[in-house]
């Protein structure tokens, strides 16, 4: 059955959002597409775009992550401090990976063996990675950063270093959910665990292969932030974890697993982003614009919600009208 006109724009609406949000911003401020703007504005998104990955991820698979804005601050400190004591970029990688891998290591324990909620698991880490981050600091930024600096804002031909490794983890994440067995069973496990371990799916498994590659993408994600800062900050990416799943939301992710897209998850982040650029651009008060965001993750989950009930009650009624079909004639049920 071919779709209808009313299907096209359900599957293609986040992006007609986009378009017709960047046209409504570059109306309402003469700065937004200036060169300088627009750079600024791709260097921005990458560290929310990584993290928004993650939470898609994991949002597929019935779970989420409180803890990727306290994480990142810890691994990024960490990798800071690291690169001032070898000068060595790779064995900073290295740490920013492996302490973001650990702290989602210990939240797919909680989650997969112990059977704590994702939420109170990652509300945990949350708290105890910003901890662990400002003792370790004694709650002072890590300056003079040095190179470190050019893996936040170098450009290479034009463009911006953290828009190239953004590309690059975009074509990764895209294959894994869409060429691999894990990226299926992800999806299986979000609509109906029961039925996908059934199936043969190891659940537990693909809940640890969930956190291990957010924590990869938040790692990463650290580096990025505090090179762009210019300093190892012990307090920063506060609130980066709602700025991850509101992108991931608002692209199209059911916050009751299932269902989401690497495209618009990529769609879902450009929507935030440029709202929150066109926003300062205007010189909106910061306390209005997180009103805003409130306002989105709030008006996004209902809508994925209801949306979602009228696909039930509709399936429950073709299943209803089936069996009326099928029902000998002449005889009541």
């Known amino acids: 059955m071919k779709p209808n006109v009313s299907q096209y724009l359900q599957k293609f609406s986040i992006y007609l959002v986009l378009l017709v949000l960047f046209v409504v911003c570059s109306l309402l401020s003469p700065y937004f597409l200036n060169d300088t703007n627009l750079i600024n504005v791709s260097r921005q998104l990458c560290v929310g775009l990584l993290i928004a990955y993650g939470e898609m991820l994991l949002i597929v698979s019935g779970f989420l992550d409180l803890s990727a804005g306290s994480v990142l601050a810890l691994a990024g400190v960490l990798s800071v401090s690291s690169y001032k004591s070898t000068g060595s970029m790779a064995v900073a990688l290295v740490v920013a990976v492996s302490v973001a891998v650990a702290c989602n290591v210990v939240n797919a324990f909680f989650v997969g063996n112990c059977n704590v909620p994702a939420f109170i698991a990652t509300l945990g880490m949350q708290q105890a990675a910003r901890g662990i981050a400002l003792y370790y600091t004694n709650g002072q930024n890590i300056l003079q950063l040095g190179d470190f600096v050019n893996i936040g804002q170098g450009m290479v031909g034009g463009i911006p270093v953290p828009v190239i490794l ?6 990764v994440v895209w294959y894994i959910v869409n060429h691999t067995r894990y990226g299926r069973g992800i999806y299986a ?10 199936s043969g799916i190891n659940a537990k498994a693909s809940i640890y292969k969930s956190y291990i590659i957010n924590g990869v993408l ?19 990416a506060t609130g980066y974890e709602m700025t991850g799943l509101t992108a991931a939301i608002v692209g199209g992710t059911s916050f009751v697993g299932g269902i989401g897209t690497v495209s618009g ?22 306390y209005i614009q997180q009103i805003v965001k409130g306002a989105i993750i709030v008006l996004a989950v209902s809508f994925d919600v209801m949306s979602k009930g009228k696909k039930t009650k509709k399936v429950i ?11 000998p004639a002449g005889k009541n049920p």
């Open 218 to 236: 938040v790692g990463l994600a650290g580096m990025i932030f505090m090179a762009r800062n210019n300093a190892g900050l012990p307090n920063g």
């Open 166 to 171: 953004v590309i690059f983890v975009t074509i």
């Open 317 to 327: 009624i073709v299943k209803e009208n089936k069996g009326e079909a099928q029902m």
């Open 265 to 286: 998850t990529v769609a879902g982040a450009f929507i935030i982003g440029l709202l929150e650029n066109v926003m300062n651009l205007m010189g909106i008060n910061s």
């Open 189 to 198: 496990i979000g609509g109906n665990r029961s039925a996908a371990e059934a």
